[in-house]
């Protein structure tokens, strides 16, 4: 029963990316593929109930997959809590999207290329659960390039136009460098675990329980440069610094792709992998403090880039990334169920705030810039209303989900003992809580001036009956919506858009009950639930601090302040970003252009590098150099004999005697002995 | 009449058969010649005892007997699956060749079964003088492969090819005779069988010229940096079924020349050469990826990202132990495939078209949607998407390396980036972006003849992906075999312990 949760949706790539294809109409094939991952599913959940009711994990075998001397790996799936927990968001979320995808890809002009994504989609399911399933290193990398494959495809889904496939191919080679991290990571390890050595997850943490020298020891050197290169491949497929930069130009794919892959499951991947490994980072503090800072300063980084953007889906790539740095926060600092708990409440109120966005970029035909939008509210009420639910839990509303678990990141974070070991330890913790909480009031401004641009004032695109036109220029899907004719009023979308949204909101206001905090319930759901998980990898926080609530109060005050300083500046002084933005003209470009990073890679690594190919390697060593050498003998030879003359004249016996001249050499040499 | 023998002579016969057919009847006949070695060939893998690591189906006879030559045939896990790969690939190169090869199918499908029967020829000779007259006889049908059928610059490209070969020959040949004198000087006897030279001693010097003179002539066939440059020149102006033969089967020659003769001959000039061999494989894979990235011509771009996969090959097979070795021999399989399968592809593009100019073409995807798929597969494939067959050489390489020599490892684990930018740089340049160029837009998606010769490679590629075991089971005892014999003589040197290429802060805390 387990493999068919993985199963079905592959089915459901192969039935409408191999058979049916063309025949397959959006709404078969869209069909089709939801009722695929519902199953999965449903199957998901009635595996979560079964682990809630205390059942133990599940192993699945199924093949040998390779082997060589002591290696070894299987095709084999373990359910544990963590993974089931996953299964059940990676599946329900994505098939609330996938019945969302059918309502919004009616307006692909292309009516050939839906079973495309819907077949891309079901993919995406099938190794994203194979990522979290798979019980070794190796399945796991299996699943982890494949998402990689689906987001380069879906990325790239509109393929003609060059900039979304190079965006695609970006993703791709970006995540590669993270791949290439990981797997070294991965032969350290297997290495320094010498005759013990496996790939499996559930046999490595028993071999490094009871063998914790092979590894260095707690807060070995191996063990922190194994830490730091997983790591490193987490920086990757979740977008942290410093291979952040591909995310942002994801978002060149069709919206709810966004919102299920580029926001709600895959790139949390590096999340669920530190988790899965925790007893490993455990050991190493110095591997931790790293996975903490970058967090926190990513928090913050993407957090000021997201406050100048004007591409409504940009503002939301640039918080995925912010957010997932407090998850990273979240498990650098120990507190692995925080983490996770926050990986579990973003996936609801970002898949929704993208679908949302989705559903107003569907009503304005493909306009994503803000600027050309405003007054949404009075038109499309249900998208507002959902909107607002997954606003008020971003910016950590009291009693909205976010708040809960983005709340006990920063307490955790503030009283840590993960660092106690290295130097400036103590302070560490601090920096971190005022990195991640200055982040916060970003989140909560940035948000702001999103609901305020889109929702509120008037509608700002009517105003020029040829905005159409322009956006089609703009974002050049190949979309037809001729149909709809121009200088229309938005409209609401229609229900099977808005149903998912409904029930995106309610997961978002009501999310934070699955681990409610020890002030409000003895004890989390979802912490006791994952604490077998963690059994190895426990840190023990102090229980009681006097200073608690009043942080709580000075974020919930500082988040009241940003929140009021977005409605000065969006609603009550409009004109005051842009004297604000001309004032501090650096400040504002830099963030603008996402302080240059991409340029700056170019610069410094991609340019260098083609250009090294093809002037020195390319025109020199190999066309001047080898070959010069090469055929420098060869007319030596062919002036001394006259060799190449005959040679090129293509006749058999010249070969067929060079040849007999080399037998008879050896024969002769024979001969003679 | 024994097995091997007729699968190596078998299309030799049949080449000299269809040679004389009439020119209308040719096609056919060389498609079902081919078909029927392929069928004669498949007994050889069901007959095969997995587990056993000795030669097996092995015919042994005098040849020449005065000079101690032999008839000596065998097979072990890692021929087996070479040999099936070469049979297997011919029918579809033959099928390719219908429509690509337009003057005179007749003398290129004979050529083409020659050609089959001696690289054959190559990977069941286990006599030295043997391995040479069959290693010789590859280099005419692929001469005139090349000479005749090649594209503008064929005299050129051919002739490199020839010379370069015959160089690394007359080097080979130098150390097999040597390697003759020695064994007689011990024995008294003369012999050129290769378990009867496998039980010398030689002093590691004697070792040592022996194997440089075997290594550069099998370093020139892999290719490795710096002899590879006559491959992107043989490539580009083979016709399509040249290349794919070249790809696919004729450069394993040299990294199984390696396997079976240069390095078990002589293990102890492997210790000392390893860490020097090692350098130029790892440079070659990067080397050979940077260049195959600014590449205007699609095929010597291919040629050029299998002088980098080669690297790994190499890589593996020095690593010593079983998963680096076993990765090695799996890599070779791997390339054959998707690298076979790439220039197939390249080859159905250059048909429509008549240019190898990755500007030419753009948003292919569009007027040749199926093209597109398989050509997407063989991509992923080939820069080793798990799930896939690249992956599992290229991992199986790197783990194996990387317990052997870490740094040289963790740089050719580097090509694994480059490997997906120049792939899918290309892909997109092809494949994606709008249709601009007018002559594209009437392009014909595959027929079913081209689907015939490549879904057979895609279903291999995904098989040989999810199922490795089927092949690595008949491959390890072989390579278990290989890695003791290297065993006994790596031991004490200091190459062989991996710590020490590590830094010392990091080894010592491994301890």
Redesign the interface.
């Known amino acids: 029963m387990i493999s068919l949760i993985p199963a079905l949706p592959l089915l459901g790539a192969i039935l409408n990316g191999l058979v049916l294809q063309k025949r397959a109409s959006r709404v078969v094939a869209g069909g089709l593929a939801s009722l695929m991952v519902g199953l999965s599913a449903a199957l998901s959940f009635m595996t979560l109930f079964q682990l809630l009711g205390g059942a133990a994990p599940i192993d699945v075998p199924l ?9 070894s790996a299987d ?1 084999a799936f373990r359910v544990d809590q963590l993974t089931a927990t996953m299964m059940c968001v990676i599946t329900g979320i994505g098939f609330l999207i996938h019945v969302y995808s059918i309502g919004y890809m009616d307006d692909e002009k292309d009516k050939d290329s839906v079973w495309r994504f819907f077949a891309y989609l079901n993919l995406f399911i099938f190794a994203m659960l194979l990522l979290v399933m798979g019980d070794n290193f ?1 399945l796991m ?2 699943g ?3 998402v990689g ?1 689906c987001s ?1 495809l879906l990325i ?1 889904f509109w ?4 900039d979304y ?2 965006a695609g ?1 970006k993703a ?2 970006v995540n ?2 993270g ?2 991290s990981f ?2 990571g ?3 390890l ?3 675990l010498g005759e013990h050595a496996t790939m499996n997850f559930h046999q490595l943490e028993e071999v490094i329980a009871s063998h914790p020298e ?3 020891g707690i807060g ?3 063990v922190t ?1 194994v830490c730091l290169l997983f790591f490193g491949g987490a920086t990757g497929k979740s977008a942290q610094i410093p291979l952040f930069i591909w995310l942002p130009d994801a978002m060149a794919g069709p919206t709810p792709v966004s919102a299920l892959i580029h926001a709600a499951t895959m790139v949390t991947s590096g999340i669920y992998m530190i988790c899965r490994l925790n007893f490993l980072f455990v050991m190493s503090p110095a591997a931790m403090a790293t996975v903490a800072t970058v967090g926190a300063l990513t928090a913050f980084l993407a957090a000021t880039i997201a406050i100048t953007q004007n591409d409504i889906k940009k503002v939301l790539a640039y918080s995925t990334v912010s957010q997932l740095g407090f998850m990273f926060l979240g498990v650098g600092v120990g507190a692995f169920t925080a983490g996770f708990f926050h990986v579990m409440t973003h996936a609801f109120f970002k898949a929704l705030m993208f679908l949302g966005s989705g559903s107003i970029i569907h009503a304005l035909h493909h306009e994503q810039d803000m600027r050309k939008m405003g007054g949404l509210a009075k038109y499309m009420k249900l998208t507002f209303l959902t909107f607002l639910m997954g606003y008020l839990a971003i910016i950590g509303f009291p009693g909205f989900s976010g708040f809960f678990s983005k709340d006990e990141i920063l307490w955790l974070t503030f009283i840590t003992p993960m660092f106690e070991s290295l130097p400036l330890g103590t302070v560490m913790p601090k920096v971190l809580w005022l990195l991640a909480t200055s982040a916060a009031l970003m989140t909560a401004f940035y948000m702001s001036r999103l609901m305020f641009m889109t929702f509120a004032g008037v509608y700002r695109g009517g105003a020029h009956a040829e905005h159409g036109h322009d956006a089609h220029a703009h974002a050049d899907h190949g979309h037809g919506h001729d149909a709809h004719g121009h200088g229309h009023t938005p409209h609401e979308s229609p229900m099977v858009i808005v149903g998912p949204l409904v029930v995106l909101a309610a997961l978002s206001l009501f999310g934070g009950l699955l681990n409610l905090p020890h002030w409000a319930a003895e004890h989390g759901m979802l912490h006791h639930f994952l604490d077998p998980v963690f059994e190895h990898g426990k840190v023990e926080f102090p229980e009681h601090n006097p200073l608690e609530f009043p942080l709580m109060g000075l974020t919930l005050l500082g988040i009241a302040a940003s929140v009021g300083l977005a409605y000065t500046f969006y609603v009550k002084n409009p004109e005051k970003p842009a004297l604000l933005a001309a004032r501090f003209q650096r400040l504002y470009q830099g963030s603008l252009n996402k302080w240059y990073v991409d340029e700056l890679y170019q610069a410094t690594i991609l340019t260098p ?2 250009t ?3 002037q020195v ?2 025109a020199i ?2 066309s001047q150099v ?2 010069g050498l ?1 055929n420098g003998a ?1 007319s030596v ?1 062919q002036k001394a004999g006259a060799l ?1 003359g005959r ?2 004249s ?1 006749k058999l016996q010249t ?2 005697i ?2 007999a001249a ?2 008879a ?2 024969a002769s ?3 003679l ?1 | 009449m024994p097995l091997l023998s007729l699968v190596t002579l078998l299309p030799i016969a049949l080449g000299i058969v269809v040679a004389a057919m009439p020119q209308s009847a040719s096609r056919m006949g060389a498609l079902v010649a081919s078909i029927v070695v392929f069928v004669v060939s498949i007994p050889l893998w069901t007959g095969f005892d997995a587990a056993g690591a000795e030669y097996q189906f092995v015919e042994d006879m005098d040849w ?1 007997a005065q ?1 101690g ?1 032999r008839y000596h045939l065998g097979i072990d896990g890692v021929s087996l699956c070479l040999i099936l790969l070469t049979t297997a690939m011919t029918p579809l190169i033959l099928l390719a060749g219908f429509s690509g090869v337009e003057k005179n199918f007749r003398g290129y499908a004979a050529l083409m079964l020659v050609l089959e029967g001696a690289m054959i020829g190559t990977f069941v000779a286990l006599d030295t ?1 043997l391995f ?2 069959f290693w ?2 590859v ?2 049908p692929m ?1 005139f492969l090349i ?2 059928w090649g594209g503008e610059r064929r ?1 050129y490209a051919a ?2 090819l ?3 070969t ?1 160089a690394g ?2 080097f080979m ?1 130098v150390a ?2 040597g390697l ?2 020695q064994f ?1 000087e011990a024995t008294g006897a ?1 012999s050129t069988d290769l378990s009867d030279l496998l039980t010398l001693s030689l002093t590691p010097a004697t070792q040592k010229w022996m194997f440089a003179c075997l290594a550069l002539a099998f370093a020139i066939k892999v290719p490795m940096f ?1 002899v ?3 491959l992107p020149d043989a490539h580009v102006e083979a016709p399509t079924g040249g290349s794919v033969v070249l790809a696919s089967v004729m450069l394993k020659m040299g990294t199984y020349g390696f396997y079976r003769f240069a390095m078990p001959l002589f293990p102890d000039a492997v210790t000392a050469y390893g860490p020097f061999l090692i350098a130029l494989a790892v440079i070659g894979i990067v ?1 050979g990826a ?2 195959a ?3 205007d011509d699609v095929k010597k771009l291919v040629a050029y990202s299998s002088v980098s996969h080669l690297g790994y090959v190499m890589l593996g097979l020095f690593a010593l ?3 680096g ?3 090695g021999i799996y890599q070779m399989l791997n390339h054959g495939i998707s690298t076979g399968a790439l220039f197939l592809l390249v080859g159905v593009l250059y048909e429509r078209r008549h240019t190898r100019r990755i500007v030419d073409y753009g ?1 292919i ?2 007027v040749m949607p199926k093209f597109a798929l398989i050509f997407m597969i063989i991509t ?1 494939s080939s820069i080793g ?3 896939l067959n690249g992956f ?1 050489g290229e ?2 390489i ?3 390396g ?2 052997f020599a ?1 740094i040289p ?2 740089i050719a ?2 090509g ?2 480059l490997g ?2 120049y792939m ?2 290309c892909f ?1 340049r092809m ?5 601009q160029n007018e002559a594209n837009r009437n392009l014909k998606d595959l027929n079913p003849r081209e689907l015939a010769y490549l879904l057979p490679l895609v279903v291999l590629a995904f098989v040989m992906g ?4 089927v092949f ?1 089971d008949r491959i ?1 005892p072989s ?2 075999r290989f ?1 003791e014999r290297m065993e006994g003589h790596f031991e004490a040197s200091p190459y062989a312990c ?1 710590d020490a290429c590590l830094p010392s ?2 080894a010592q ?2 301890e």
């Not at chain 2, 494949?431 to 249709?435: A, D």
């Not at chain 2, 999810?466 to 075991?469: A, G, I, K, R």
Request: glycine share 10%; charged share 10%.
């Open positions: 093949w040998t997959w390779m082997s060589a001397g002591t290696f095709i190796l990398f299996v982890w390039e494949g494959l380069y790239g393929y003609e136009n060059n496939a190079s191919k791709f080679i590669r460098v791949d290439f797997v070294v991965l032969f350290l297997y290495w320094s092979l590894v260095g070995g050197c191996v440069c590098l083609v090294f190919s093809r390697l390319w060593v190999d080898i070959d090469v060869a030879a190449h040679l090129g293509g070969y067929a060079s040849i080399g037998a050499l050896f040499a024979y001969a002995g | 020449i000079w030559v003088f040479y007259v010789e006889l280099l005419l001469y000479g005749i005299i002739v490199k020839f010379i370069y015959v020959s007359l040949l097999l005779i003759y004198y007689h003369w710096p590879h440059t006559w080397y940077l260049v990235m600014v590449q132990n079983a998963p070795v076993s990765g948003g995807t569009k992923f998407l798990p799930g599992v991992f199986m790197l783990l194996g990387f317990q870490p490892t963790i684990a580097s694994v980036i997906a930018t899918l740089w997109q494949m994606f972006g709008p249709l999810l199922f490795p075991n690595l390890n390579v278990e890695v991996g802060w990091l805390e491994a």
